[in-house]
């Protein structure tokens, strides 16, 4: 195998690879990309037997064949060459791989072909999506997913598809992320509905991969769920769950409303949140007609608060929240009016930009005495 590549194009597939095939696997095969040039094509691919990706790479193909090299040293090797040098990769003696760029030859190990695992074929169900939605959605939602093994139900993004709507939605039991868009599915078949858990590590590497794919393909089957655009392809397994039903604890009863500016309350609650005791990280937010207070204090840190002038304001509220939680949030909602929506001091509070209804976030207050 001879094959011949832009520094910059093989570095940035090698960098897509690398999540996947992180060295951490108990398999050495699964430490490793394959390489795969035939037909025209030269393919790349890393699996850790739960998410797998396939890129297409541009360059040119001298001699035809295929290996498995470690991820990490051929990304390493190729991330340090210098820029106006095309890369040759070839096989040698000993199931070797090559690299020639300038002056530098650098031999690694590698391993053969009939050990990496297959990808497997999807041909189920499938609809298509704009890249830049879909990982919009994903960095709308994907901070509120839980990473507590023992929750593995909500170590993911809940994907749920109806011929009316599509959602994506996050939840660690404490706090709720849901984006919403037209639907993806065609509405053929009247009440059809799709729902699914796509774990958080396929979740990353999606929004590293797509962002700026024009169109998304996604296909469905059995326990499995593919992302593929015209230079690349994830294939995932599901997460075997049942996701809560989480349409249930969104509030629709809530009567204090206020409106803010994003920015000035996210600054201010950064500012404050300094002096939350380490142990809660208690914030609390006193409501009044004429504006809001926020202030935190610790026996070892002291105490601040500050206050913040609201655009419109129906009621009083004295609440205390996770200072990490709200700033969360509050990062990934779009800048600009935000709406809050309160019940009482122990009921969840709601989050969305004024100007959209696309997205929502819900926290659940701490109490004060905390």
Do not use: W
């Not at 799709?194 to 962002?211: M, N, R």
């Amino acid at each position: 195998m001879e094959l011949m590549f832009q520094k910059e194009d093989l570095s940035k597939y090698l960098q897509m690879l690398q999540g996947v095939a992180s060295g951490r696997n108990t398999l050495p095969i699964l430490s490793n990309i394959l390489i795969r040039a035939g037909n025209g094509r030269i393919e790349m691919a890393a699996t850790d037997l739960e998410v797998g990706i396939k890129v297409n790479v541009p360059g040119e193909i001298t001699e035809e064949g295929d290996i498995t090299v470690s991820a990490r040293k051929l990304a390493e090797i190729v991330r340090e060459l210098a820029s106006e040098h095309v890369v040759k990769l070839s096989t040698v003696g000993n199931d070797r791989v090559q690299v020639e760029s300038g002056d530098g030859v650098y031999k690694i190990p590698g391993l053969p072909t009939d050990e990496f695992p297959p990808m497997p074929e999807i041909d189920g169900d499938s609809f298509t999506i704009a890249g830049e939605l879909l990982v919009s959605m994903i960095g709308k939602t994907e901070f509120a997913a839980s990473t507590e093994e023992a929750r593995y139900f909500l170590n993911g993004l809940y994907f749920s598809l109806t011929s009316e709507l599509t959602k994506v939605v996050a939840t660690d039991g404490r706090r709720l992320a849901v984006a919403s868009s037209e639907a993806l599915l065609s509405g053929e078949g009247e009440g059809e509905s799709i729902g699914v858990i796509v774990p958080l590590k396929a979740i990353k590497e999606i929004a590293k991969i797509f962002v700026e794919s024009p169109e998304v393909k996604i296909s469905l089957k059995e326990n499995q769920i593919l992302f593929a655009d015209d230079d690349a392809t994830l294939i995932s397994r599901l997460v075997d769950g049942e996701y809560p039903q989480y349409e249930k604890i969104i509030p629709d009863s809530n009567e204090i409303k206020i409106v803010v500016d994003s920015e000035k309350i996210s600054g201010s609650l950064r500012r404050v949140s300094l002096f939350s005791n380490p142990k809660n990280r208690l914030l609390r937010v006193d409501v009044k007609s004429d504006g809001m207070r926020v202030s935190a204090k610790s026996p070892e840190l002291g105490e601040a608060f500050e206050t913040l002038d609201i655009s419109s304001a129906n009621g009083e509220i004295d609440i205390g929240f996770d200072a990490q939680y709200i700033k969360d949030a509050l990062a990934h909602i779009t800048p600009g009016e935000i709406l809050l929506e309160f019940k009482d001091a122990l009921s969840a509070v709601t989050l969305r930009p004024v100007e959209s209804e696309d997205h929502l976030c819900l926290i659940m207050p701490m109490r004060l005495d905390a």
